[in-house]
Antibody, heavy 117, light 110 residues
């Protein structure tokens, strides 16, 4: 089971970025998925959830209204569209699989997003 | 969506046991049997060590155990080994498809 994130980089405040997460080695379309971020030198923060069929999404208050979580089960890929980015969005972003037990049982290696002018 | 509370640091000598606490509220830790623990080495992704309060994924040594009482969950590492030195994070389901993490505990093996 493997998750590989991509799309991170440096973006100016107010800008947008799209992260991707490619899944392999498991029945991707059967599992709910998450994004979790980690600010440099700090702790983990759950930011978004998407149901196995993409039917609904839930977000942490810190990103609600700015980030959109989607998935393409035909491509085994997750997407995180990040808009109106702020300096405090600077973090390593991880995608994680929900093992159908409300736990994050598989993690990607993370992709760094830096919001700076 | 308040973060769970963990001590910033913990330590123990090789062979000893150490327990890390994770305090939340009745709306998260106390309200669900969905507490998880993660081990993270610097620069690496977190690894699931405990789920559903007490269960260990395949491959996790039985030196790692979890428990919960009211709004506080705990991770105990028995028979400490040098390789256990890492950061540990708890998380809990908080209802309405929301999750919350603790601030993390740095475990030092003396």
């Amino acid at each position: 089971e493997q998750l590989v994130e991509s799309g991170g980089g440096v973006v100016q405040p107010g800008g947008s970025l799209r992260l991707s997460c490619a899944a392999s080695g498991f029945a991707f379309s059967r599992f709910n998925m998450h994004w979790v971020r980690q600010t440099p030198g700090k702790g983990l923060e759950w930011i978004a959830f998407i149901r196995w069929n993409g039917g609904d999404q839930y977000y942490a208050d810190s990103v609600k209204g700015r980030f959109i979580f989607s998935r393409d089960n035909s491509k085994n890929t997750l997407y995180l569209h990040m808009n109106s980015l702020r300096a405090d969005d600077t973090a390593v972003y991880y995608c994680a699989k929900d093992g159908n037990n409300f736990a994050f049982d598989v993690w990607g290696q993370g992709t760094m997003v830096t919001v700076s002018s | 969506q308040s973060a769970l509370t963990q001590p910033p640091s913990a330590s123990g000598s090789p062979g000893q046991s150490v327990t890390i606490s994770c305090t939340g509220a009745s709306s998260d830790v106390g309200g669900y049997e969905y507490v998880s623990w993660f081990q993270q080495y610097p620069g690496k992704a977190p690894k699931l060590m405990i789920y559903e309060v007490t269960k260990r994924p395949s491959g996790v040594p039985n030196r790692f155990s979890g428990s919960k009482s009211d709004n506080t969950a705990s991770l105990t590492v028995s028979g400490l080994q040098a390789e256990d030195e890492a950061n540990y994070y708890c998380s809990s389901y908080a209802g309405n498809n929301i999750w919350v993490f603790g601030g993390g505990t740095k475990l030092t093996v003396l």
